[in-house]
């Protein structure tokens, strides 16, 4: 089902030469794998990418580490013996750790062969501040991110399966890369890593050549693959499998960096259920200061929308309660992060992989877990194991966008059946339906060895909060003010005459500020219902004969009824003692930014 790994070990003597050979393409894909992530995405017709722009980043704030009753509770099911993690099980005759012989550092090998570390150091080129990186401690100690409760859970380390740590590689700055494998090495216990495998998908710095080679020949269980054809992030994630020999399979960015106790969390879900696959909690590494920060705290989970473009959202209220009360649980997400993902290999190969007919990257993380999902298997978000994502910054590389429409393509029309249309509705300026030439059969055989479910069942069972357009929708997603960027939904306990009044919503929140759809017919809907007014201000209320009195003029939301037109406005209401942001119908002559609209996310054409 998979091409088998298109080049063979390069005879030691030709890894060098080899990748001298310049691919500019590729620089951009490492570009664009990392704004997939990017937390300031702008672009003017965000159509494709998952808008991502409303993560809220906590800075050292929102960290609410509180010593826990719980500290020292095991997680039932794991068989403890009690002992605590000595240091010699961490020992992999790593630089600077006594045992073995001392290892050389990456920097000091780069040295020897001559090389000056700060040779290529433009900021442009790598979007982050290199020389910063550079400077920056490649084996300081991240501060412990987990909940508290996770310090406290014992594993019996002998009990796990051991992992292949499989690293795709393209031209990443030494220092990140050296950062990543010193925290795998310091952060693992050794016998759980059976081998860590760098796929070098056509590097061509000076020091990921030779000295890398030399670097990683003094450990027995590290290895490279030199690629001679470009692979792009799936085909090199596939290639690492291949090469792989552990029970578990797990793949790290090669500008990722891992925390305290990252791996056994992993390798416990997947030993409790083979088809599990596991996403670590992400942190942030900042691309400018280097600084680690908090992110996900038991509260983040990722989705994708119609466009099927991966987004981080903050869990649901019922799932909150639930990881609430289990902190120390995988819990589950509908969809998983490309950039740091355990798996078990035999399952991953069965189940299919990567699919390998997507283009260069982009979109396979969304595939993977709708397949996964519909497959049998599950896809989880472990608390008590953190890794973090350099998130980069800017984008100076023209973005050729119809890869990633191609790719989201291939899923929606691999697994979405009658869905699938609302993926054309929502991409209906890039993707174009499929040509008689396109193939999404690559996952046929799975489908039928696995008896996979149909997407309804992912709607109903695992991810109900997607929202469904309704018929006739012209206009579909958040509802935000222009003036306040802030976005709208039914408030929960205030009401004019019983009905509840729309109220402000942080766009982050996706359950509280909800999609509304404006339909051809006028009628503007929230959840099934309908938006009336009500002593002028905007209510939620069942549909009726006279719901259909809405229009979109320009950036305008426009009632119109037997007195005439009137616009739909931000305004602040007395709430008890407290002041709260609704909308209410104001002369449109009198229109100012508080009553301008967009649809934020999504323009939506069902016709
Ligand atoms: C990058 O980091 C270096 C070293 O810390 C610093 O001197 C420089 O100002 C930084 N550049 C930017 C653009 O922040
Ligand atoms: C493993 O997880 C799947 C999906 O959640 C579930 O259907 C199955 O019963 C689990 N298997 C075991 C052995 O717990
Ligand atoms: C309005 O006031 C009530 C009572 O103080 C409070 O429970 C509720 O959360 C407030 N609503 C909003 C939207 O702030
Ligand atoms: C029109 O706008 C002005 C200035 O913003 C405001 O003072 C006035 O109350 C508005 N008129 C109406 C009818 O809302």
Same mark, same amino acid.
């Given at each position: 089902?998979f091409?088998?790994? @298109?080049t ?6 030709m890894?060098?030469?080899a990748?001298?050979v310049l691919?500019?393409? &590729? ?7 990392t704004?997939?992530y990017?937390?300031q ?5 965000? /159509?494709v ?12 704030k929102?960290?609410n !580490?509180? $010593? ?6 095991v997680i039932?099911?794991?068989n ?13 005759g ?15 090998v780069i #040295?020897?062969?001559?090389i000056?570390l700060?040779?290529?150091?433009? @900021?442009?080129?790598f ?8 400077e920056?401690?490649?084996s ?9 409760q996770?310090a406290g ?10 992992a292949?740590?499989?690293? @795709? ?10 950062? =990543? ?8 216990p050794k016998? =759980?890593i059976?081998?860590i ?5 056509m ?10 080679d $030399? ?5 027995d269980?590290?290895r490279?693959f ?5 692979l ?12 792989? $020999? ?17 791996l056994?969390p992993?390798?416990?879900? *997947? ?5 599990a ?9 900042d @691309? ?6 908090? +992110? ?5 989970r ?12 903050? !869990?649901?209220?019922?799932?909150? %309660? ?8 995988a ?5 998983i992060?490309g ?6 290999? #035999?399952?991953?190969l069965?189940?299919?992989?990567l ?7 982009g979109?396979?993380d969304?595939?993977?877990?709708i ?6 298997g ?10 973090a ?8 590389? $023209? ?5 990633l ?5 291939r899923?929606?029309?691999? &697994? ?9 509705y929502?991409? +209906? ?5 499929p040509?008689?030439?396109?193939k ?9 060895k696995?008896?996979?479910k149909?997407f309804?069942? /992912? ?5 109900p909060?997607?929202? !469904?357009?309704?018929?006739?929708t ?5 509802m ?9 939904g ?6 004019v ?8 919503a942080?766009?982050?929140? +996706? +359950?509280k ?5 404006l339909?051809e017919a006028g ?10 007014v009500?002593k ?8 009726? %004969?006279?719901?259909n ?14 007195l005439?037109?009137k616009?739909?406005?931000q305004?602040?209401?007395?709430n008890?003692?407290e002041? *709260? ?10 229109a100012? #930014?508080?009553?301008? &609209?967009?649809?934020?996310d999504?323009?939506?054409r069902?016709?």
């Amino acid at each position: 089902m998979f091409p088998s790994p @298109p080049t063979k070990y390069l005879p030691r003597k030709m890894r060098y030469p080899a990748v001298l050979v310049l691919m500019l393409g &590729w620089a951009s894909v490492v570009m664009w794998t990392t704004s997939r992530y990017r937390l300031q995405l702008v672009r003017e017709n965000d /159509l494709v990418f998952g808008k991502t722009s409303d993560i809220p980043i906590h800075v050292d704030k929102g960290i609410n !580490i509180n $010593k826990d009753s719980n500290i020292g509770k095991v997680i039932p099911g794991t068989n403890i013996v009690g002992k605590s993690r000595d240091k010699k099980t961490y020992e992999h005759g790593h630089p600077g750790t006594k045992t073995n012989t001392v290892k050389k550092s990456f920097s000091s090998v780069i #040295k020897d062969f001559g090389i000056s570390l700060f040779k290529d150091i433009n @900021p442009d080129r790598f979007h982050i501040n290199v020389t910063r990186t550079h400077e920056t401690s490649v084996s300081r100690k991240a501060p412990d991110t987990r909940p508290s409760q996770c310090a406290g859970v014992k594993y019996d380390i002998e009990l796990l399966p051991a992992a292949s740590i499989v690293i @795709p590689l393209h031209n990443e700055p030494w220092s990140t890369l050296e950062r =990543l494998i010193n925290g795998v090495l310091n952060h693992s216990p050794k016998l =759980l890593i059976h081998e860590i495998l760098i796929i070098d998908d056509m590097s061509d710095l000076d020091y990921l050549g030779a000295p890398l080679d $030399k670097y990683v020949e003094q450990f027995d269980f590290m290895r490279i693959f030199r690629s001679k054809e470009r692979l792009g992030t799936m085909k090199s994630r596939m290639v690492g499998t291949k090469l792989a $020999k552990g029970d578990i399979v797990v793949f790290l960015d090669s500008h990722t960096e891992v925390n305290v106790g990252w791996l056994e969390p992993l390798l416990y879900e *997947i030993s409790r259920n083979g088809t599990a696959i596991v996403q670590p909690s992400i942190d942030i590494v900042d @691309p400018q200061t280097f600084q680690y920060r908090y +992110y996900f705290q038991n509260n983040i989970r990722g989705h994708f929308k119609w466009s099927m473009a991966y987004e981080f959202v903050p !869990i649901p209220p019922n799932q909150k %309660a639930e990881v609430k009360a289990h902190p120390t649980k995988a819990f589950d997400t509908p969809a998983i992060v490309g950039c740091a993902f355990a798996v078990n290999r #035999k399952y991953f190969l069965d189940i299919g992989g990567l699919d390998t007919g997507m283009r260069t990257w982009g979109g396979e993380d969304v595939e993977l877990s709708i397949r996964v999902w519909l497959c049998g298997g599950s896809m989880k978000i472990s608390p008590c194991s953190h890794v973090a994502h350099i998130f980069k910054k800017g984008h100076p590389f $023209k973005m050729d966008y119809s890869d990633l429409v191609y790719n989201n393509r291939r899923t929606a029309e691999m &697994w979405l059946g009658d869905y699938r249309k609302y993926f054309y509705y929502f991409n +209906y300026r890039y993707a174009k339906p499929p040509e008689s030439s396109d193939k999404f059969n690559i996952m046929d055989p799975v489908k039928e060895k696995f008896k996979c479910k149909s997407f309804d069942w /992912l709607l109903k069972n695992v991810y109900p909060e997607l929202e !469904i357009p309704p018929e006739g929708t012209v206009y579909f997603g958040h509802m935000r003010n222009v003036g306040s960027q802030y976005c709208f939904g039914p408030a929960e306990s205030v009401f004019v005459t019983s009905y509840p009044l729309l109220v402000m919503a942080d766009c982050f929140f +996706y +359950y509280k500020a909800k999609s509304f759809a404006l339909l051809e017919a006028g009628l503007l809907v929230v959840s099934g219902k309908c938006i009336n007014v009500e002593k002028d201000f905007l209510v939620v209320t069942p549909c009726t %004969a006279e719901s259909n009195r809405w229009k979109l003029k320009g950036k305008l939301l426009v009632y119109t009824d037997d007195l005439g037109s009137k616009c739909a406005t931000q305004v602040s209401k007395a709430n008890n003692s407290e002041n *709260i942001q609704t909308i209410k119908l104001m002369p449109c002559d009198n229109a100012t #930014k508080a009553s301008e &609209w967009q649809f934020a996310d999504k323009i939506f054409r069902s016709h």
